[in-house]
């Protein structure tokens, strides 16, 4: 099992590219798999008449593996990479023999938190992404170390935030406004895990993380200093040592 792929599934509303600082240190050592998920990046939004669901993007996720013929991987995720990740779980938990959720969590989005999800939706349909979405994600993704000291990540996460396409976003939100509660999910999946979480993440926080950590059977938990809801480009090394430290597949 040593040589097990890592697959790593984006936050909202970015794209693949945020894995890039952690990209070179794994793939020392394992084999790094980072798609775009439907409607972002440069993976398009498939037509279709269902209600948005992750139950969808973690059907991607499963096509990709038998494309690649991929029995098993280490699943992860990035706030919405980590929902996608539990839809998968519950939709194949064969294919998943680890678990990396980072900056995420596993409970339901409260009814005004949902509602906030499809205002921002409509509102990337009939405005587009560029000019607001950003400036209103900024604050919340990015701690205020790194917004006060780290202007390159600054510009790159708008940077990548305004690049989306407006239907993707949409479509993104509205899933997410509709995912329903992982924690029995989670209880139930004995595989290894590794929940990573920013201490000054404001939207997953650390308490919620460690609740997460604890519900694993197999669960570890690490915090990291000064960072946001964006670990993965606040502090790429952290990230990588975290992992590659953990990785229970000798």
Same mark, same amino acid.
């Given at each position: 099992?040593?040589?097990?792929?890592?697959?790593?599934?984006?936050?909202?509303?970015?794209?693949?590219?945020?894995?890039?600082?952690?990209?070179?240190?794994?793939?020392?050592?394992?084999?790094l798999i980072t798609p775009?998920?439907?409607?972002?990046?440069?993976?398009?939004?498939?037509?279709?008449?269902?209600?948005?669901?992750?139950?969808?993007?973690?059907?991607?996720?499963?096509?990709?593996?038998?494309?690649?013929?991929?029995?098993?991987?280490?699943?992860?995720?990035?706030?919405?990479?980590?929902?996608?990740?539990?839809?998968? $779980?519950?939709?194949?938990?064969?294919?998943?023999?680890?678990?990396?959720?980072?900056?995420?969590? #596993?409970?339901?989005?409260?009814?005004?938190?949902?509602?906030?999800?499809?205002?921002?939706?409509?509102?990337?349909?009939?405005?587009?992404?560029?000019?607001?979405?950003?400036?209103a994600m900024l604050p919340?993704?990015l701690s205020a170390e790194?917004?006060? =000291?780290?202007?390159?990540?600054?510009? =790159?996460?708008?940077?990548?935030?305004?690049?989306?396409?407006?239907?993707?976003?949409?479509?993104?939100?509205?899933?997410?406004?509709?995912?329903?509660?992982?924690? #029995?999910?989670?209880?139930?999946?004995?595989?290894? #895990?590794?929940?990573?979480?920013?201490?000054?993440?404001?939207?997953?926080?650390?308490?919620?993380?460690?609740?997460?950590?604890?519900?694993?059977?197999?669960?570890?938990?690490?915090?990291?200093?000064?960072?946001?809801? $964006?670990?993965?480009?606040?502090?790429?090394?952290?990230?990588?040592?975290?992992?590659?430290?953990?990785?229970?597949?000798?």
């Amino acid at each position: 099992m040593a040589d097990l792929p890592l697959v790593l599934l984006h936050a909202f509303p970015v794209d693949a590219r945020m894995w890039n600082p952690v990209r070179g240190g794994l793939t020392t050592r394992h084999r790094l798999i980072t798609p775009d998920q439907r409607g972002l990046g440069r993976t398009p939004l498939p037509g279709t008449d269902r209600e948005p669901s992750l139950d969808d993007a973690a059907r991607d996720v499963v096509a990709l593996l038998d494309k690649l013929e991929l029995e098993q991987v280490v699943l992860g995720g990035c706030s919405m990479g980590g929902y996608v990740s539990m839809a998968v $779980l519950r939709a194949a938990p064969e294919r998943v023999a680890g678990l990396v959720l980072i900056d995420t969590k #596993a409970t339901a989005d409260a009814p005004e938190a949902a509602q906030a999800r499809r205002d921002l939706a409509l509102r990337a349909e009939s405005e587009g992404v560029t000019g607001w979405l950003a400036e209103a994600m900024l604050p919340n993704v990015l701690s205020a170390e790194t917004r006060e =000291t780290r202007p390159d990540v600054v510009e =790159t996460v708008r940077d990548l935030i305004d690049s989306q396409p407006p239907a993707g976003v949409a479509w993104a939100a509205r899933a997410m406004a509709d995912r329903p509660d992982s924690t #029995a999910l989670l209880a139930a999946t004995d595989v290894p #895990a590794l929940v990573i979480v920013g201490e000054d993440d404001g939207l997953t926080p650390p308490h919620g993380a460690q609740a997460m950590a604890e519900t694993l059977p197999s669960g570890e938990l690490v915090v990291v200093p000064q960072a946001g809801h $964006l670990t993965p480009l606040e502090a790429p090394a952290m990230v990588i040592e975290a992992i590659l430290g953990w990785w229970p597949f000798a």
